[in-house]
């Protein structure tokens, strides 16, 4: 046998031209940030930092997965935007509709109770059993790639919603203020 012979020609697979394939839709993945206040107050802006630095260091994965991710940010400015929203506490970070959150825990928050003239709470982040007024970047991350890839849809109970008072009690000083 010739040296020739001894190598085989690749041959790849049929092309198909681009009429020819299906079209790949890419999978959405909606991460909404929902805050009061990214002006002065520490935990909205520490965690708008983190979020944004998360889906900057997990985009490109997800990209190759298939996915795309729509990252809304959403002032809770009035009342009516906080009530048409359903926020319950902020910063809130939800997932695919999801709040990555699985209970509402406050504290203090002088900044916020700095804009409305008001004592207000705002969330507390729960992770490996410790609070973060601004969450980790582990808790983030974790909590995105749980809410694609689990397969499980959190169960959660849907009431009525009602915007709590904290947020009536913030709203209400903050229109005071202006007054």
């Known amino acids: 046998m010739s040296e020739q012979g001894s190598h085989s020609k690749f ?4 092309l198909f031209k681009l009429s020819e ?4 839709s890419r999978q959405k993945i909606v991460i909404d940030y929902l805050y009061l206040d990214l002006n002065t107050c520490d935990r909205c802006i520490g965690t708008d930092q983190v979020l944004e630095e998360v889906i900057h260091v997990i985009s490109p994965a997800f990209q190759i997965a298939g996915y795309d991710i729509l990252y809304n940010k959403v002032e809770m400015e ?5 009530i048409r929203n359903e926020f319950v506490s902020s910063p809130t ?6 709040d990555i959150c699985l209970s509402v825990k406050e504290s203090s928050c002088g900044c916020c109770s700095d804009i409305s003239g008001t004592p207000v709470d705002c969330r507390v982040f729960e992770f490996e059993g410790r609070d973060f007024d601004v969450p980790p970047k582990e808790m983030i991350a974790t909590a995105i790639f749980e809410a694609v890839f689990s397969g499980v849809e959190r169960e959660t109970e849907k009431d009525v919603y009602h915007l709590p008072d904290n947020l ?10 202006l007054v």
């Not at 041959?11 to 049929?14: E, G, Y």
């Not at 009035?78 to 906080?82: C, G, L, N, R, V």
């Open 78 to 82: 009035t009342e009516p935007i906080a």
């Open 11 to 14: 041959r790849p697979h049929r």
């Open 21 to 24: 394939r299906k079209k790949i």
């Open 93 to 98: 970070i939800r997932v695919n509709g999801q």
């Open 168 to 177: 009536k009690t913030f709203y209400a000083g903050k229109q005071d203020k």
